[in-house]
């Protein structure tokens, strides 16, 4: 199984719902990834975890709340959030978290905040 | 901080022709990666480069990193309408695991 998932595919909220993005890999990978893109914009680093501790925090606002219960699986918790986080919310995967490692990304979910 | 840069923003070509897209780091890389998105899809892994001065082709691309490992291209022979998407490089470089995505070439192919 070389395959990242991601559910749900679309998501839209309000500002005040509470909402969780799933990811899951079944490939052994021990650091997975948040990314945000934009329309006609690069990926956007948010949160790292590497053997399923959080490595890397891009001073990412509290209202996006990672979470990575196993190595298998990475959350986004959403609370309050505003309409311009309203993107492509991309899960990835990597081996161990070493150089020369291909990123292994998931479909997304494109989100809508209403 | 590390700044991958990468030209053109768009390229629109006629069914085909010839396609490159090169990026430019400001540090020396220790490798760099290149990823597909097709519109309404996912970055797909293409490749990744580490020696200097490596060339390496999949059927009509090819991809080259520089001789002082901080810059590299993409070219695309005769493209077609399935090569449609946007292209992205991503470098490493510092010991760190997590690429520096370049901004992107979109590529419009005209049939």
């Known amino acids: 199984d070389t395959e990242v998932t991601q559910t749900p595919k679309h998501l839209v909220m309000g500002m005040t719902n509470k909402k969780s993005l799933k990811c899951e890999q079944h490939?052994?990978?021990?650091?997975m990834y948040w990314y945000k893109q934009k329309a006609k914009k690069p990926p956007e680093l948010m949160f790292v975890?590497?053997?399923?501790?959080?490595?890397i925090n891009e001073s990412v606002p509290s209202r996006f709340s990672p979470e990575c219960p196993n190595s298998s699986l990475l959350n986004l918790h959403l609370h309050a959030l505003q309409p311009e986080d309203s993107a492509l919310y991309l899960c990835?995967?990597?081996?161990?978290?070493?150089?020369?490692?291909?990123?292994?990304f998931g479909p997304g979910t494109r989100l809508l905040v209403l | 901080g590390q700044q991958v840069m990468q030209i053109p923003q768009y390229q629109h070509v006629q069914e085909g022709e010839d396609f490159t897209t090169y990026c430019n780091s400001s540090t020396t890389l220790s490798n760099i990666q290149w990823y597909k998105q097709r519109p309404g899809g996912h970055p797909v892994f293409l490749i990744q480069?580490?020696?200097?001065?490596e060339v390496k082709k999949q059927k009509r691309l090819t991809f080259q990193f520089g001789e002082a490992k901080k810059n590299s291209s993409l070219h695309i022979t005769a493209t077609q309408t399935t090569d449609v998407g946007t292209y992205f490089c991503a470098g490493l470089s510092g010991g760190s695991y997590i690429p520096t995505f370049g901004r992107g070439t979109s590529l419009i192919v005209h049939p």
């Open positions: 490939m052994g990978h021990r650091a």
């Open positions: 990835a995967s990597s081996p161990g978290g070493q150089q020369q490692e291909t990123q292994y």
């Open positions: 480069l580490v020696k200097s001065g």
């Open positions: 975890y590497s053997y399923e501790k959080l490595s």
